[in-house]
């Protein structure tokens, strides 16, 4: 008999429907967040870009569901969203990016590796935002750090305002609590650079990633690394969406155009 899964399955919800579109680009939220928070890279990203976004259960539209307290299991699954819509809907030109920010970049480092791994295939490009390189203390350091600050270190963190309503209070603050365990239980393992281009981003006043530690990324993979700084601190991508989602155009439009890279060679218009 098959065991029962332990979590609800991470779901794709399509912020678009470009049937034209070149470039297909997935999108892992934040902590405690769901796809709504890239809605506003809907009017950032022209035609050229199929927006999908990743719903995690616990959060958003998946509220009343349980959350996920294993960033592996969260990985796995999220992998195998992203190979199943790949096969059933597969981007025009095969090309195919993954991008996440702070606790969703580590997600989406994490499902690249497990796409490669068991479903034999990579992203042309990933991108990574406010999150640190392996080598350096991850974010489930600062959280450990800041434990006894309670609610106080969690806002800090969200850059949330705190919620005067009990029962609001548990809707925002209950995924976030369930990430930081995962964060807190997660044992990072050694993966051998991937062949995807990476795009790494910032904030220059982060209090949980180093902007300097940002190129240090760059073993990660044997293909290139460019690094993108922006003003603000850990969740500068909120007030600057229309600003990382142009210099991720670039960096996409860039690897669109030369795939040599990833060996793959689109006949599209910026070939």
Same mark, same amino acid.
């Given at each position: 008999?098959?065991?029962?899964s =332990?979590? *609800? ?19 892992? =939220?934040? %902590? ?34 349980? %959350? ?10 999220? @992998? ?5 819509d790949?096969t059933?809907?597969?981007p ?7 991008? /996440?920010? %702070? ?6 480092? !994490?499902?690249?590796?497990r796409?490669?791994?068991? @479903?034999?295939? !990579? ?15 991850g974010?489930?350091?600062?959280? @450990?750090?800041?434990?006894? %600050? ?5 806002t800090?963190?969200?850059?949330? !305002?705190e919620?005067?309503?009990?029962a609001?209070?548990?809707?925002v603050y209950t =995924?976030f ?14 993966? *051998? ?14 209090p949980?990633?180093?902007p ?13 690394t ?9 969740h500068y ?10 210099r991720?155009?670039?960096d ?10 990833? /060996? ?5 218009p910026?070939?």
């Amino acid at each position: 008999m098959t065991s029962p899964s =332990p979590f *609800p399955a991470p779901r794709l919800h399509r912020l678009t429907d470009r049937q034209t579109a070149r470039i297909r680009l997935y999108c892992v =939220p934040p %902590s405690g967040t769901g796809s709504e928070f890239f809605l506003p890279w809907v009017a950032a990203f022209s035609e050229l870009f199929d927006l999908v976004a990743v719903d995690l259960p616990g959060r958003g539209t998946r509220a009343g569901e349980p %959350s996920i307290t294993d960033i592996g299991w969260a990985a796995t699954g999220i @992998a195998e969203a992203i190979a199943t819509d790949l096969t059933h809907r597969p981007p025009a030109d095969g090309f195919y990016a993954v991008f /996440g920010h %702070s606790f969703g970049a580590l997600l989406a480092f !994490e499902a690249t590796h497990r796409l490669r791994s068991d @479903a034999r295939t !990579e992203p042309d490009l990933l991108g990574l935002s406010a999150v640190p390189p392996p080598n350096r203390d991850g974010l489930d350091e600062h959280i @450990a750090r800041n434990l006894g %600050s309670g609610i106080a270190a969690i806002t800090d963190v969200m850059g949330w !305002e705190e919620p005067t309503d009990s029962a609001l209070t548990r809707t925002v603050y209950t =995924p976030f609590l369930a990430d930081a365990v995962a964060l807190l239980q997660h044992t990072r393992q050694p993966w *051998p650079p991937l062949r995807a281009r990476l795009s790494v981003f910032g904030g220059l006043d982060d209090p949980m990633v180093d902007p300097e530690s940002l190129p240090e990324w760059s073993p990660c993979t044997t293909a290139d690394t460019r690094v993108h700084r922006f003003p603000g601190g850990h969740h500068y991508l909120r007030a600057q969406a229309a600003e990382v989602a142009d210099r991720l155009t670039g960096d996409l439009l860039a690897a669109y155009r030369n795939p040599a890279a990833t /060996g793959r060679g689109p006949d599209g218009p910026f070939a």
